[in-house]
């Protein structure tokens, strides 16, 4: 098994730009999360889907969309890419009645 | 949604046990006690969860006091490979907003 996989690995971005985000879990995962990390903080939630065809905000959603059109893909959307956007993007699975969850290796976006 | 608080930092000598506490004064009945384990440039690693008392896997142990404001996660004879920042989350298993934290970052001197 593959896991958790984030496509890309790194980005950079002018101002303004949109990107996609890609997370794919080959688990059967029914939940899946965005997380943003900062340099030296904590990783804070973005978004979240408990299943095909949901989504939901987390502590951070401004400026991001998501979107959950099959079960092992959750997209990551920036519609105008901003300098405060700046960070390391990870992706997590996890399945119902577990509270661990299954990290990607992370997408490093750089908004200049 | 239950917050944490760790210490900072920690260092420790590589063949030590390192004991790593957390404190979350509100944790809830249905909450559990996650610790996720993360090396520079990587996501995060789960490594134990527990709901009370103490569970152990060939990583870490967990001990849990009856009261649950706090637990400790303890690492056993600790090499230089567990040189990471070690967070704790506290959560119910139907939710999904999770507090990470700052975390512990643990330092293993040879």
């Known amino acids: 098994n593959a896991g958790v996989t984030q496509t890309p690995k790194f980005r950079v971005l002018k101002t303004g730009q949109s990107m996609t985000l890609l997370c794919a879990q080959d688990?059967?995962?029914?939940?899946m999360y965005w997380y943003r990390q900062d340099p030296g903080m904590g990783l804070r939630l973005i978004h979240y889907?408990?299943?095909?065809?949901?989504?939901a905000k987390g502590e951070v959603p401004d400026g991001y969309n998501v979107s959950r059109l099959k079960k092992q893909n959750f997209l990551l959307g920036l519609e105008s890419a901003a300098p405060s956007q700046t960070s390391v993007y990870f992706c997590?699975?996890?399945?119902?009645?577990?509270?661990?969850?299954?990290f990607g290796p992370g997408t490093r976006l750089t908004v200049t | 949604l239950a917050k944490t608080t760790q210490p900072i930092s920690m260092d420790s000598y590589e063949g030590q046990e390192v004991n790593i506490t957390c404190s979350h004064n509100?944790?809830?009945?249905?909450?559990?006690i996650t610790w996720y384990q993360q090396f520079p440039s990587q996501g995060p690693r789960f490594i134990i969860q527990?709901?009370?008392t103490k569970v152990t896997n060939e990583v870490a142990s967990l001990f849990i006091p009856a009261d649950r404001k706090s637990s400790t996660l303890s690492l056993p004879r600790v090499s230089l490979s567990d040189t990471a920042v070690y967070y704790c989350?506290?959560?119910?298993?139907?939710?999904?907003?999770?507090?990470f934290g700052t975390g512990t970052s643990l330092t293993v001197i040879p």
């Open positions: 997590a699975s996890r399945p119902p009645g577990s509270f661990g969850q299954y």
């Open positions: 509100n944790i809830a009945t249905n909450d559990y």
């Open positions: 889907s408990v299943g095909e065809g949901t989504t």
């Open positions: 688990m059967n995962h029914e939940y």
């Open positions: 989350l506290v959560g119910d298993l139907t939710g999904n907003q999770f507090y």
């Open positions: 527990g709901y009370k």
